[in-house]
């Protein structure tokens, strides 16, 4: 953090005073007063802590609606009410932890009492370092630092070669793409068919809060994309006829894959509906070439039901159910 900040009070008699903040930079003297301005009570107490996502977290009593509330300030920018606080006093306190906010409350600091407990939850930090490596059986190797939030979950790999596609999570801090080999040809031998493919992370928390993506690391790899990856690649196996699989797992949380065929070149569309015909989620929407073609779907935000997926190539049409178990 480069800059300094104070709150500032402004008596304006019986209806309470104003909080507002001022800043100054760490190589100023000068504070520059901010004109956006916290209505408040006297001798009403109030909490700051800031968060990892460059946000200062205040709690104060709001004058105005007679309630407590949690706002933030970015940079001169004072945000809209995000919650009112219904469990505060001047024995409560409060944490951040990365860009998670922790409120903690002692009903009576004096005498034994229950102590009460929020939790703030915001997206956790993009995953950091993030570096790719040849692994010992010549496959791309990504590794990078662990997230430091408590409540962290799992890490979800994309991956670029066409378009960026979604290919698989994991709770680890490392992932091997066995779909992909690097060229071991001695000199002056020479591989065929080299290309790049890129690759990036995000964090996810227990509440489902994604982060943005990690910095993107590129493989020199061998031959043309594979034939199992997200996003619909074709495959090398000939095509004898139009088919839509069986979804694999199913029932699946949150991540499955659906695997088609598509016997002419033409317009292909797979989407997925809920029971009401509503439809929740494109899959493809593009021409394919014929070949054998695997889409991940992910359905992170869908609460668990039955699902119908629909493929349409042409005059072809296929449904089958799937079924989502949080």
Known sequence: MNEIYRADYSSIGTSGDY???????????????????????????????????????????????????????????????????????????LKANSND??????????????????????????PTNLTVSKSEDNHPYLSWDANSEPDMDEYHIYKFITSWQYVTSTSNTYYEDTDEDYCTAPPPQQCTNEHNISYRITAEDLGSN????????????????????????????????????????????????IDYSI???????LKV???????????????????????????????SGIYIYKLTAGKFTETKKLLLLR
């Open 263 to 269: 016997k002419s070149a033409g317009i292909v569309t």
């Open 210 to 257: 994604e982060s943005d993506y990690s910095n993107t690391v590129v493989a020199r790899v061998l031959g043309g994309p594979p034939a199992k990856l997200g996003g619909g690649n074709s495959g090398s196996s000939a095509v004898v006829e139009y088919s839509l699989k069986q979804n694999y797992p199913n029932p699946f949380n949150p991540t499955t894959t």
């Open 19 to 93: 909080i507002g903040h001022s800043y100054r930079s760490l190589s100023n003297s000068t504070w520059y007063s901010n004109q956006n301005y916290l209505q408040t009570t006297n001798n009403k107490i109030h909490v700051v802590d800031n968060t990892a996502n460059d946000k200062i977290h205040i709690i104060y009593y709001d004058n105005s609606s007679s309630n407590y509330l949690h706002k933030t300030i970015t940079g001169t920018t004072i945000s809209s009410s995000i919650a009112t606080i219904p469990l505060y006093d001047q024995s409560s306190s």
């Open 101 to 126: 906010l922790y409120l903690l409350r002692i009903q009576n600091p004096s005498t034994p009492s229950k102590i009460k407990f929020r939790h703030y939850d915001d997206a956790p930090l993009a």
């Open 273 to 303: 509906y809920d029971m009401l015909g509503k439809v929740v989620a494109s899959l493809v929407n593009e021409r394919k070439e014929s070949g054998n073609y695997s889409v991940t779907f992910k359905a992170t935000n869908l609460p």
